[in-house]
């Protein structure tokens, strides 16, 4: 298994250019990639943290497999709508 850590740092730098594009020419496709590539690194993200949790535990519980596989990271339900703010009598 490639190391977590150079993944990322791979994924940042393929995204340098496009991120260029995006912001100092205003390039709505390098836009796109960048959020797709933004999504990608928070994916890998989540699943390192549960990673390096999963190794944790089982080194706390005395497990003897301390490099278990983390569980893939389940897809989050989008964010609920703030409640409006109650009106004043």
Not at 13 to 32: C, I, P, R, V, W
Request: proline share 4%; net charge positive.
């Amino acid at each position: 298994m490639a190391n977590p850590f150079n993944k990322i740092k791979d994924l940042v730098a393929s995204l340098e250019d496009d991120f260029e594009k995006a912001y100092d020419k205003h390039n709505a496709a390098a836009g796109t990639r960048v959020r797709k590539g933004m999504q990608e690194l928070k994916t890998m993200a989540q699943d390192i943290r549960l990673e390096v949790q999963n190794q944790k535990n089982a080194a706390k519980d005395g497990s003897a497999d301390s490099t278990a596989k983390a569980a893939p990271a389940a897809k989050a339900a989008p964010a609920a709508k703030k409640a409006a703010p109650a009106k004043k009598k």
